[in-house]
């Protein structure tokens, strides 16, 4: 690749682990106690996988990915646990040291364009921004590389587009610079946090093919962060699923999708409407709402909602376990669907 | 279509254009729908394709430049402030985003009960019991919210009570825009099932605007397809989903994503995104991004032409069905 002057990529063998996650929580001080918005979570994401975090609003998606890239105010908020991103320990990173992983290893792209890019620059040198500080390039060759990236993003003029200012452009077309800007110093590590929530449909699925395609080029991890099944489903190796900040089941996609053993997972599921099903069918929507995060709570989060809900589940909080019939699939439940029968905790 | 029920609302040819400096927005271009009683008409596009504004001018809440609406035997445009206020509360409109619908220094209470405060219709504990039955219809617990305010309740709850505002006034139409897009799904399917269900008790009929196919699909009898201002497909719900004959619905129904990794179907990725309805393209607004575009297309404007009963398409080709 030409874009990565510099960058070895000779040291990392394929099948490493890019990112480890580790018991990690984050918890802040509110007015009315503390809140743990991440709350015991671990994962691992190898190089070149795509992981899909999948969760309702308030479920701790976006301040797991904060945390991931270190990006949480400094007061009122705890963080422990560990985060290792390609050798480096997140949390607890001063800002020295952060600052030359964001944007040059680990870069994000939120969900909206035009919050995340400055109004009153032009396009081009949002991009060549980082260009020229991470990878030391002068005016004309950050320039180049940004006008190859605005071409690899699929930006129709790309030459007139540099001298554009974000108001000029579509929804569609800023998230694509948004994109552009992420890939400018090919980061290991993209996280994208609702990439397409503002979009329309059509353009919505030219952003995520985008960005899969991107993705096998660059061989780049990619932590896909959505409320909607539907945009992770087709698009990652693994999903993640959370509810009150813990991940309560995580797999390969198509395991969890063919056998999934949380009742959280199959109850989203179930309430989303399908295009496949004929119209008026009656959906089952998910009863009640999620747990308040500042309350202790004792048991399963999700165990006043859940319809298998047992005395043990209200009591005893499910540890994240193995699945027996796949080691790759792990989910926290005392009864879980599919009659996977739980061994012995982990 | 079916001829045994009434037209409660009739949208004919209407047409919204709104200035932007010296240029002209052509919103609504010559939209005609008809919703019958008891029935759920949907509307479904991307954004800016004029969907918002059928809703609204069908409000008379923004002027339409020619095109009438009638409700009830009455058309709405020719009628005096006055008429047109007392007609229009036989149709009423809930939004997209419940919080900010609801003003955060009123309670419940009054927030619910406004509608009759203004018309000086019930006061007192008759106003009281209304009120309450309002609440107890949507799934709110009236002696709890009562005395609260919006911000004590979540988005779901929120979109709960403007729905009791809104059947307050006992109206025949509602026009619900967006009204689910800002919920997650375990509340969107709570809330979809209770329009259903006060459809079928009120005897209410939908107009229901949303951008999500598979939530349109999910209310509607019936479904019109809107591209830059204009129905490009309009059929019964399950026709249109299964036997879409306008390129546009077509693509739109194979960019939708499904939670489920095996449904990959064949997908046809429009290029480029909706042309600015300042300048909208001669003959068919869709010919810019229509894989089928031919040259006729961009010199002749296609119109609405019946293709099976009650299914009709605004294509110069559309799309014809694979008899298996």
Same mark, same amino acid.
């Given at each position: ?125 949002? +991009? ?50 948004? +994109?552009? +800007? ?159 029968? +739980?061994?012995?905790?982990? | ?127 009281? /019991? ?174 609405? /032409? ?19």
């Amino acid at each position: 690749m030409s874009l990565t002057p510099g960058l070895d990529r000779s040291a990392s063998t394929d099948e490493s682990a890019l990112l480890e996650v580790c018991n990690a929580s984050t918890t802040f001080a509110t007015d009315r106690g503390s809140l743990r918005a991440v709350d015991d979570v671990s994962f691992v994401i190898k190089r070149g996988e795509t992981l899909g975090i999948v969760g309702e609003s308030g479920s701790g998606k976006t301040v797991l990915s904060r945390s991931i890239l270190g990006l949480l105010p400094r007061s009122g908020v705890l963080q422990e646990g560990s985060i290792v991103f390609d050798g480096t320990e997140i949390v607890g990173a001063p800002d020295k040291l952060m600052r030359a992983i964001w944007g040059a290893k680990m870069a994000m792209v939120f969900q909206d364009p035009m919050a995340s890019l400055n109004p009153v620059v032009r396009i081009g040198r949002q +991009i060549t921004e980082s260009l020229r500080l991470h990878l030391d390039l002068d005016r004309s060759e950050a320039k180049a590389t940004a006008l190859s990236l605005l071409e690899q993003v699929g930006i129709p003029s790309p030459k007139e587009r540099l001298r554009s200012y974000p108001f000029e452009l579509s929804g569609g077309m800023r998230q694509r610079v948004m +994109i552009a +800007i992420a890939l400018a110093c090919s980061p290991k590590l993209l996280l994208a946090d609702e990439p397409t929530t503002g979009l329309d449909v059509t353009v919505q699925a030219q952003i995520l093919d985008l960005l899969s395609s991107l993705q096998k080029e660059r061989h780049m991890s990619v932590i896909l962060v959505s409320h909607d099944l539907g945009v992770v489903a087709s698009r990652t190796d693994n999903i993640a699923v959370m509810y009150a900040g813990k991940v309560v089941e995580i797999a390969p996609t198509a395991t969890l999708f063919s056998s999934m053993a949380m009742p959280y997972t199959k109850a989203l599921v179930d309430s989303t409407p399908r295009l496949s099903q004929p119209s008026h069918l009656r959906l089952s929507p998910i009863e009640g709402r999620p747990p308040d995060m500042t309350t202790a709570r004792q048991g399963c989060a999700f165990a006043p909602r859940c319809s298998f809900a047992t005395d043990r589940c209200r009591s005893e909080t499910p540890p994240l376990v193995t699945s027996p019939s796949n080691p790759l699939h792990r989910f926290a439940c005392w009864n879980p669907l599919n009659s996977i029968s +739980i061994g012995e905790s982990s | 279509m079916t001829p045994s029920t009434p037209t409660l609302l009739s949208i004919e040819n209407l047409v919204v254009n709104f200035s932007s400096g010296r240029k002209t927005v052509h919103a609504v271009s010559g939209v005609s729908l008809q919703l019958n009683e008891g029935d759920t008409l949907g509307i479904v596009g991307e954004s800016g394709c004029g969907k918002t504004t059928v809703g609204k001018a069908t409000m008379q809440l923004v002027p339409s430049r020619s095109g009438s609406v009638s409700f009830d035997g009455h058309d709405l445009a020719r009628l005096t402030r006055k008429e047109l206020r007392r007609t229009r509360l036989g149709i009423q409109m809930i939004f997209q985003d419940p919080i900010s619908s609801l003003n955060p220094r009123r309670k419940i209470r009054d927030i619910v009960a406004e509608p009759l405060d203004i018309w000086k219709t019930a006061e007192g504990a008759q106003r009281e /019991q209304i009120v309450r039955d309002a609440l107890d219809n949507v799934g709110i617990d009236p002696d709890v919210a009562l005395d609260r305010y919006p911000h004590e309740f979540s988005g779901g709850q929120c979109q709960r009570i403007s729905i009791a505002r809104a059947l307050v006034m006992k109206p025949k139409v509602l026009i619900c825009d967006e009204i689910v897009s800002a919920l997650d799904v375990s509340v969107q399917a709570q809330i979809l099932n209770l329009l259903q269900d006060l459809k079928a008790r009120f005897g209410l009929s939908i107009l229901f605007i949303a951008h999500d196919l598979a939530v349109v699909k999910n209310v509607s009898d019936r479904v019109a397809v809107m591209y830059l201002g204009r129905i490009c497909e309009f059929a019964g719900s399950d026709e249109l989903y299964s036997h879409p004959a306008h390129p546009y619905s077509e693509a739109l129904l194979s960019a939708a994503l499904e939670p489920d990794p095996s449904s990959d179907r064949s997908r046809i990725i429009l290029t480029g995104e909706p042309p600015n309805p300042i300048d909208p393209p001669s003959g068919c607004r869709f010919r810019t991004r229509c894989p089928y575009a031919q040259d006729r297309c961009a010199e002749e404007e296609p119109v609405a /032409q019946e293709i099976s009963p009650g299914h009709s398409v605004a294509c110069h080709f559309p799309l014809l069905r694979t008899n298996s």
